[in-house]
Each structure stands twice: as structure tokens, then as C-alpha cells.
């Protein structure tokens, strides 16, 4: 499944520390999303960590919430929430100044919004701009692009991999050619999540089947040629029966899985 930044730029959280799954650990604090949406499929913080942004499969749309409490979802409260122009969205990825939502929707196709004023969902409103990566893709589930906006990339479930594609016009979707992929079915065969590093050097994917949380190294930043797997790995499954999406926080601290049993995020700590 952002910090401030330049328009459009990605995430570059001040303060980065890579997080530490061998030693994470839950923090045995939850918030139920069930007011809101039956499936909540990603979710996303903006750059300080006083917004929460959940996406829902049943609604299709982006539900807000406040934390009074930087970073504790138990300080949690709704907002609002906003339709997005996608069937069954399943991940998405908001750029850093908080203006730009990219859904990605089950069918494989990606749709790209705008807000006007950032970080605020009442102002969403879609770009008239996508790609279909059908050619690829059989069952999307997660997208992230790089913080320079020329690098985008597709999880899929089906395939069991994650796909890289280069853009020729930053931040512009449309202009996505696919480059390569990656497989990760030797950790799971059903890859709903992923999230990387703001360097480009690490990512983590969250495996549905096994609910547990994997790390990767890239010895080239960015190239999903030089990827390995780090052997390091976490379950979830302890507080976690359907997994479908899952962030850290701007430092890497923090983890959350959002749950579709029950509607609820989990809070972990990963320092």
C-alpha cells in the first residue's frame, strides 16, 4: 500500500529506518472499520501520520479518518469518503504532497484521480486517465510507484509476482510499457500487498494464503531483475484470518494489516 513532498513525488518519510520483521511484535491495539466498509482492502497514512485513508472493495470508494494521535489507528475517527472509478478496487498508492490517488481495481486496470486540495477526499475526482494490464496481470491486487514517478508496480495474484513497468511521462499511468516481473510464489501463491523502501533497495509483500509479511532485497535499486528474498519473514495470522492489505508508517516503525474478518486494521510495532 507517502511523505511531504513536491507535487507528485512518492515516498520519502524523513526519518526512514528499514523495518525490523524478525523482531516485530503486535501492538495489541485494532480499529474496526465495519461502520464504513465490509471489505477494507489497503490502506494508506499521509505524510505525519494524522490521516488514515482506507479503501473499500463493497462501497468501491476511499473512506478518510483523523487520528488524534499520530500513527495510533485506536485514536482513529471517520471523516468522509469519496466513490472511486474502479470495480472492486483492491490497492492503491497516494502520492507524497498527498494530490494524486492511483486505484488499482481486481480487473487489472489501474485508475488515476486527483484531489485538489491534498490529503482531503471530498475534492477527489478522477483524471480520465488509466492503463489496462491485462496483458500481465490476471488478478491485481497492489500497485506502487517510485518517488520520481517513472517506475510503477503491479502485484499480481494469480500470477504470483510482482510486475515492473517504466513511465515515459512521470506519474502518467497511461504511459506505462511493461519492462519484467519477479515471482514470489516460493513465499506465497496469493501476493495481495507490497510496499518499498523509499530507496528502492528493499520491498515487502504481504501474502494472503499465509498471512505473513516477506522482505526483499534488490541489489540494483529499483530492478526487479536483482531481486531476492531476504529469508526474513512475519505472520500476522496470529491476529489476522483474511488479510487484504497492509502499510507502515513514514518511519517504518509501524505496521498495519487491515482484516476482512471482523472489518479491522492491526496495529504492529517493527522498530
Known sequence: MAAAGSAGAGPEPSGWTDPDLANASYDSVSFSVAGQDGAPTDLEFNDDGTKLFVLGAVGDDVNEYTLSTAYDIASASFVSAQSVTSSNPYGFFISSDGL???????????????????????????????????????????????????????????????????????????????????????????????????DGTKFWIYGFTSDTLYEYDLSTAWDLSSASYSTVSFSAASQVAFGLGMTFSRDGSKMYVSDNTGDTIYQYSTA
Do not use: C
Not at 478522477?126 to 520520481?148: C, E, H
Not at 500470477?159 to 519484467?180: H, K, R
Open 100 to 198: 494524486r490517488i492511483y486505484v488499482a481495481g481486481i480487473d487489472g486496470i489501474i485508475h488515476q484521480h486527483s484531489m485538489s486540495s491534498a490529503w482531503d477526499i471530498t475534492t477527489l475526482t478522477y483524471d480520465s486517465v488509466s492503463y489496462n494490464a491485462t496483458a500481465q496481470v490476471g488478478s491485481l491486487r497492489d500497485l506502487w510507484i517510485k518517488p520520481d514517478g517513472t517506475k510503477m508496480y503491479l502485484v499480481d495474484a494469480t500470477g504470483d509476482d510482482i510486475n515492473e513497468y517504466t513511465l515515459s511521462t512521470a506519474w502518467d499511468v497511461s504511459s506505462a510499457s511493461y519492462v519484467q516481473n519477479f515471482s514470489l510464489s516460493a513465499q506465497d501463491n496469493t501476493p495481495i500487498g507490497v510496499y518499498f523502501n523509499p
